[in-house]
């Protein structure tokens, strides 16, 4: 581990304790990205900013701490990209379309809803994305955040950078707990993106200084980390192409 890595480990674990032993998740909370107590007002907070009202496509992680915020995206009439956990399938993201859910919103919107009613695809089949709501363990104020280590949501936006569906316009979303907004600096590597807003249940925070990759950062990648994702492994095989 160097030194970056210990520091965001470092910061994880004062956030995670922060946040269960204030009350703001619950005690299973250690380790993920936190399920924290008041989504369905980060949602709702959210969906009163104009951004939101104008985009017709939102790219989700799948975490249940993003839950209410991929519902009151389907039920906004908008096309919903959900990552498929751990990036494990050729066609990374589930497509939930609002006009051809067959469940109601709030089960399509669930891991195991997705994975029976929406299609998966490839970045190559998607539309451009509106807005991207990123999971996190903690955010500051910059923007600058950190998840809960495994590198997904990084990989995710960076795919989607490069295929040109990730651009200038769109607007990146950190829906939070108060508890996960802190002062500290968070260390960024090449591969970190930053967050246009820090979302929680009673403000919007606009952060400066908008922070994104290129693309994918290939020699931050090891080879188990290529070889388990199958869209990576496609593209190293094709000479990363």
């Known amino acids: 581990m160097n030194d970056i890595d210990q520091a965001k480990h470092e910061l994880r674990d004062k956030v995670w304790r922060r946040l269960i032993d204030g009350g703001g ?11 924290f107590h008041g989504t369905e007002g980060t949602a709702e907070m959210l969906a009163g900013q104009d951004f939101w009202r104008r985009a017709t496509t939102v790219k989700a992680n799948p975490d249940w701490a993003q839950l209410a915020v991929r519902v009151r995206a389907l039920k906004d009439g908008k096309r919903v990209y959900m990552a498929v956990p751990r990036m494990a399938s ?27 009613v929406a299609r998966r695809i490839g970045v190559e089949s998607m539309e451009p994305v509106d807005v991207v709501v990123c999971g996190s363990v903690a955010v500051n104020r910059s923007g600058a955040r950190i998840g809960k280590g495994a590198g997904y949501s ?34 960024e590597t090449e591969h970190d993106f930053s967050v246009d807003y820090i979302v929680t249940p009673g403000e919007v925070i606009p952060c400066p200084g908008r922070r994104r990759p290129r693309g994918i950062v290939w020699g931050d990648l090891t080879a188990d980390k290529i070889a388990a994702i199958p869209v990576l492994a496609q593209r190293e095989r094709r000479g990363r192409a």
């Open 25 to 35: 998740a619950p005690d299973d909370s250690y380790g993920k990205i936190p399920g």
């Open 90 to 116: 050729p066609q990374p993201f589930h497509l939930l379309d609002p006009e051809n859910l067959g469940l109601p919103p709030e089960e399509a919107a669930e891991k195991k809803g997705a994975a029976q």
């Open 154 to 187: 990084d990989l995710e936006v960076a795919l989607l950078i490069e295929a040109g569906l990730v651009t200038e316009r769109t607007v990146i979303v950190a829906p939070v707990h108060p508890l996960q907004v802190i002062e500290e600096d968070i260390p």
